[in-house]
């Protein structure tokens, strides 16, 4: 029972904070601005009203109706003297004879993959039984085969580890130009 009338006032606290902070909240709220009233002020801001939300969506419409129609069509200015010659120098775009066309096949590799697909089936009618004792047998050698061991290698001759240092010593050392010898 304590344990509810605890809840119960930890819960009124909460909701009397949330009220204090939602209050300071509206009154720190800077103030609102007037709605648009002349034609330079209303395409800044959105629309306020009902019926300003409907003009714009008549305006909208009717813009879109003039494109389909196809009366909203632009026109390019015309282009500068170095937008020209690059027009100029583009090559022109070689089109194939209507013949050529008509002649040429379209690739089908169906055949190929109806003969890798019957190629798959027959592997796996083949592989597909039981393995007997000897397969067991046979494969065991072959893992084993390969966990012989390999020679070691020999240590490096004093000849090799002079090798070996002295393309290090080019290789950390100070460039060529650099060097006093």
Not at 20 to 35: C, F
Not at 52 to 61: G, K, Y
Not at 129 to 136: C, G, I, N, P, R
Request: proline fraction near 9%.
């Amino acid at each position: 029972m304590e344990g509810i009338v605890l809840l119960l006032f930890f819960f009124v606290m909460m909701s009397v904070v949330r009220g204090l902070a939602n209050q300071q909240k509206k009154g720190t709220r800077p103030a609102r601005r007037p709605p648009p009233r002349g034609p330079s002020e209303a395409g800044s801001e959105q629309p306020t009203s009902i019926r300003d939300l409907l003009d714009e969506f008549r305006r909208s419409m009717e813009e879109a109706e003039r494109k389909a129609r196809g009366e909203d069509v632009r026109v390019l200015p015309p282009p500068t003297p170095v937008e020209a010659i690059q027009l100029e120098r583009r090559p022109a775009v070689k089109r194939l004879p209507a013949k050529a066309k008509a002649s040429s096949q379209p690739m089908d590799f169906d055949d190929q993959a109806e003969a890798v697909i019957q190629e798959r089936r027959r592997w796996a009618e083949e592989h597909n039984k039981a393995l007997t004792e000897a397969d067991h047998e046979a494969f065991d050698a072959r893992i084993r085969k390969g966990q012989q061991k390999k020679p070691v290698a020999q240590a490096p001759t004093r000849a090799h580890e002079l090798r070996q240092m002295i393309i290090w010593r080019e290789v950390l050392g100070p460039p060529v130009a650099l060097r006093d010898d």
